[in-house]
């Protein structure tokens, strides 16, 4: 088991910044695969950033390219969210994930931080 606890959401205006975090704890050895998702009122959750945790190497949705940056902390298994120039539509419930060693799919989630940019 992964447990997953995220922090750092608010509202902020269009165009400022924001730093999420997510605290991993458990099974944390087996980490294989971290990411942000994001569900806005009444669409489907989508996902935002994904990063492997041994290689560092990261993926991005088109929407967030250039504005978002997902990063780590291997010795504390923490895993953040850079948000600058945000804007009104990345308003939503920003959830962090882990797909562990050996998984095909998200098998951990936390309870997600809300997000609201206002115009």
């Known amino acids: 088991q992964v447990q997953l606890v995220e922090s750092g959401g608010g509202l902020v205006e269009t165009g400022g910044s924001l730093r999420l975090s997510c605290e991993a704890s458990?099974?944390?050895?087996?980490?294989?695969?971290v990411g942000w998702f994001r569900q806005a009122a009444g669409k489907e959750r989508e996902p935002v950033a994904a990063?492997?945790?041994?290689?560092?190497?990261?993926e991005y949705a088109d929407s967030v390219k250039g504005r978002f940056t997902i990063s780590r902390h291997n010795v504390n298994n923490l895993v953040f969210l850079q948000m600058n120039s945000l804007r009104p539509e990345d308003t939503a419930l920003y959830y962090c994930?882990?797909?562990?060693?050996?998984?095909?799919?998200?098998?951990?989630w936390g309870q997600g931080t809300q997000v609201t940019v206002s115009s």
């Open positions: 994930a882990v797909k562990p060693v050996g998984a095909i799919t998200w098998l951990y």
């Open positions: 990063m492997r945790w041994t290689s560092g190497s990261a």
């Open positions: 458990g099974r944390t050895f087996s980490l294989s695969t």
